[in-house]
């Protein structure tokens, strides 16, 4: 039985959600900033060194955590099917890759410059390249955005981020704990690509048994079906070395070919919200603010170098889907948060101190990561929270320039 202490602690986490979620309501704001400040305020870090008591990370918060990415990322398969994948494949295509060249590209220059090697330089690349799929989805929902035409390139954008990631969690994981064994990398991408193409088939023509598993009496054995499969799947994915929140947006697509998508979102969204607030704390209980005094300067500098980069990538993929100079500067906007993911590639650059990483590269590169995706998660949703005065400003002297520019051609 769970011991009396951890129930407390679990009505802490919850009430303090609640307390905070009511306040950022009241005050018009995204409660995901809210969230990560109440987790850095309540944990180890801040609590636990002004006070006798605070709240750590247990087994069940860092598996609410997983369950929280795992049910973000399934809202946003069930948003996004394989036919509105596949019609869309040229231009998400052509998104992904200029966001890849100009966002990876950028983060390898800048790790090279800051460690003057090619696994620290790989990592601060991953880092700073890929956006939040858990936050960024929270966003869109939360303001509206989600019907909108620019959430289309956002969200295919997000998928080609996603399956890029799975690899790159692949051959990261390959060289920091295989002491840099290219056969192991080799191998493990063909596992991951394997499990990907099984999910694609499992999308493509499961669409006649996802109808039937959805087709019950009763609301909870729709809910309790549709979860025992997603959080199956994604488990699965996760022991044989692919991200969990690939599969489960694949999941989503799966479900999403079915008739009963509206009827799962309104089932299963206070369960998303529910876990997701739950990773969002967790992001905060593991961030300790003291890191970030030795590797400031280097989180301002990539927060000034990165926040351009993915407004200019995010411009021209709206672009690439014919949206207008508003329209694709809100996905510029949008695209500039960052969260789960880079939180993985910190914990697995700390996987290889002393290895293939010195200990002092090792906690630098996790400190950093940890306190920009800090910075990056509370700019990304202010900039979509307030994006409207943003486009007052920018909108206006960007089309001037653009009909100079077309008017000297």
């Known amino acids: 039985m769970v011991s009396e202490v951890a129930l407390f602690e679990l009505g802490v986490l919850f009430a303090a959600v609640a307390l905070v979620g009511g306040i950022a309501s009241?005050?018009?704001?995204s409660v995901i900033p809210f969230y990560i400040g109440a987790g850095i305020l309540l944990g180890p870090n801040v609590a636990g060194r002004l006070g006798p008591y605070a709240l750590d990370t247990?087994?069940?918060?860092?598996?609410?955590?997983?369950?929280?990415?795992?049910?973000?990322?399934?809202?946003?398969?069930?948003?996004f099917n394989l036919n509105r994948l596949l019609a869309n494949r040229s231009r998400i295509g052509k998104a992904g890759t200029v966001d890849l060249v100009v966002n990876f590209g950028g983060g390898l220059v800048l790790g090279f410059v800051l460690f003057r090697a090619f696994l620290p330089a790989f990592l601060v690349a991953g880092i700073v390249y890929i956006s939040s799929s858990a936050i960024i989805t929270k966003s869109l929902i939360d303001i509206g955005w989600i019907a909108n035409d620019e959430a289309e390139p956002m969200l295919g954008t997000l998928v080609y981020e996603d399956l890029v990631i799975a690899v790159y969690l692949v051959i990261a994981s390959a060289l920091l704990l295989g002491g840099g064994d290219i056969g192991a990398a080799v191998?493990?991408?063909g596992v991951a690509l394997g499990v990907i193409l099984l999910l694609l088939v499992v999308v493509w023509f499961g669409t006649p048994f996802f109808e039937r598993v959805l087709d019950a009496a009763s609301h909870e054995f729709i809910v309790l079906r549709a979860v025992g499969i997603t959080v199956l799947t994604a488990g699965a994915a996760l022991a044989l070395g692919v991200s969990e929140a690939v599969a489960a947006f694949f999941i989503g697509m799966a479900f999403s070919s079915t008739e009963h998508v509206e009827q799962l979102e309104r089932l299963l969204e206070p369960i998303r919200d529910l876990f997701a607030a739950v990773?969002?704390?967790?992001?905060?209980?593991?961030?300790?603010?003291?890191v970030f005094a030795g590797v400031l300067a280097l989180i301002l500098v990539a927060v000034v170098l990165t926040v351009p980069t993915k407004l200019a990538s995010g411009y021209l993929g709206g672009r690439i889907y014919d949206l207008n100079i508003r329209q694709s500067l809100r996905v510029g906007l949008g695209m500039t948060t960052r969260g789960e993911f880079s939180l993985i590639i910190a914990t697995l650059a700390l996987s290889g101190a002393g290895t293939t990483l010195t200990d002092t590269v090792a906690q630098t590169i996790y400190a950093f990561a940890v306190g920009y995706v800090l910075v990056m998660s509370i700019i990304g949703t202010m900039l979509m929270q307030y994006s409207t005065p943003i486009e007052?400003?920018?909108?206006?002297r960007l089309s001037a320039v653009l009909s100079d520019s077309s008017a000297e051609n």
């Open 187 to 189: 191998q493990s991408i």
């Open 58 to 79: 247990t087994e069940f918060i860092e598996l609410g955590a997983e369950l929280g990415i795992v049910f973000l990322l399934f809202f946003l398969g069930l948003e």
């Open 26 to 29: 009241q005050l018009r704001q």
């Open 392 to 396: 007052g400003a920018i909108v206006p």
């Open 279 to 290: 990773f969002f704390v967790w992001i905060g209980l593991v961030t300790d603010p003291l």
